[in-house]
């Protein structure tokens, strides 16, 4: 069964740092792309960030550019995502996911349950 597992999640104050990791038991783990994507409360879910099958390419939204990284580590089948100088709109619940690299959820094929993230002023 297939499982990944969010965690990293927090409140943390704008400007702010926090490091999210989601561990999956996707075998081989190398087989899949991984996306991350955030659900603010009445919006819907969007895409954030992803990273390809050996993590030589990534692709990152407009809004967290420049602020957010991506990276996998293959030997512990986890995938990061680094967030600095975190913004009062980055507050949302952060799943991430696997399947073909992409922006679109629905070119994802497993999810995980998601870990929260609340930035305060």
């Known amino acids: 069964q297939v499982q990944l597992v969010e965690s990293g999640g927090g409140l943390v104050q704008a400007g702010g740092s926090l490091r999210l990791s989601c561990a999956a038991s996707i075998r081989p783990f190398s087989n899949y792309a991984m996306g991350w994507f955030r659900q603010a409360p009445g919006k819907a879910r969007e895409f954030v960030a992803s990273?390809?099958?050996?993590?030589?390419?990534?692709y990152y939204a407009d809004s967290v550019k420049g602020r957010f990284t991506i990276s996998r580590d293959t030997a512990k089948r986890t995938v990061y995502l680094q967030m600095n100088s975190l913004e009062l709109e980055d507050t949302g619940v952060y799943y991430c996911?696997?399947?073909?690299?992409?922006?679109?959820?629905?070119?994802?094929?497993?999810w995980g349950q998601g870990t929260q993230v609340t930035v305060s002023s």
């Open positions: 996911a696997a399947g073909a690299y992409s922006a679109r959820p629905n070119d994802y094929t497993y």
């Open positions: 990273i390809n099958w050996n993590g030589a390419i990534t």
